[in-house]
């Protein structure tokens, strides 16, 4: 039986697949990697929060007369910052579970 041969990976460099950073595009200003779409997520949070904040705002000062528009910013707000912190739990998970291997 022939089995097909394969390059064993050295351990001396990162493998370009597993790079947490990947830069992508030269001029998008968008990271492709891990980290690069986790900062995109945390900004989209943050300004979901901003936008929600400023409807509040809005509306408090009587700026903003539409209650379903504010309600709709704060609804997402809430879920993308729920949605966040179920990453970062799984994140955690993971990391945790990396520390216990015994290699």
Do not use: C, W
């Not at 998008?28 to 690069?36: M, N, P, Q």
């Not at 705002?57 to 007369?65: E, H, L, M, N, P």
């Not at 955690?92 to 290699?103: H, I, P, S």
């Amino acid at each position: 039986m022939d089995f097909p041969e394969f390059e064993i990976p050295r351990l001396d460099k990162p493998h370009p697949r597993l790079s947490l950073r990947d830069e992508g595009a030269p001029g998008t200003g968008k990271a492709e990697g891990f980290l690069g779409k986790l900062e995109d997520a945390l900004k989209e949070v943050d300004s979901l929060q901003k936008d929600a904040d400023a409807a509040v705002v809005g509306f408090a000062a009587g700026k903003v007369q539409d209650i379903h528009s504010v309600a709709l910013a704060l609804k997402k707000a809430e879920l993308s910052f729920r949605f966040l912190l179920a990453v970062r739990r799984k994140v955690v998970e993971a990391y945790q579970e990396l520390t216990r291997l015994n290699v």
